[in-house]
């Protein structure tokens, strides 16, 4: 089974800066995308950042110039380094990430992450 666990989530204040960090561990044999996404209760849940291999990443408009995602292969480790955070970007953090979990497969599965809670509030 594959899971995707996230992690660094908390309250900071505006302004500030906060970095998530997305783990994806299990049968495992390549990962093709990895990408943050939020929520706010009673809203969609919108794209925040995308990783593409062998393309360059992609932003939400709403973070643009602020936010950077970074992936270590080595790891299967994304994190979302959020910088000039506003209130908001308050919301829950959504890890997602597709995944081959067969060796003579081709089909990439879809996972996601449990959220991590990020409240920026000063």
């Known amino acids: 089974q594959v899971q995707v666990v996230e992690s660094g989530g908390g309250l900071v204040q505006p302004g500030g800066s906060l970095r998530l960090s997305c783990v994806v561990s299990?049968?495992?044999?390549?990962?093709?995308?990895m990408a943050w996404h939020r929520q706010v209760p009673g809203k969609r849940r919108e794209v925040v950042a995308i990783?593409?291999?062998?393309?360059?990443?992609e932003y939400g408009d709403a973070v643009k110039g602020r936010f950077t995602i970074i992936r270590d292969n080595g790891k299967n480790t994304a994190y979302l380094q959020m910088n000039s955070l506003k209130p908001e970007d308050t919301a829950t953090y959504y890890c997602?990430?597709?995944?081959?979990?067969?060796?003579?497969?081709?089909?990439?599965?879809?996972?996601w992450g449990q959220g991590t809670q990020v409240s920026v509030s000063s």
């Open positions: 997602m990430s597709d995944v081959r979990e067969r060796e003579t497969s081709s089909e990439w599965m879809r996972h």
């Open positions: 299990g049968n495992i044999f390549g990962i093709r995308v």
């Open positions: 990783q593409i291999d062998g393309e360059e990443a």
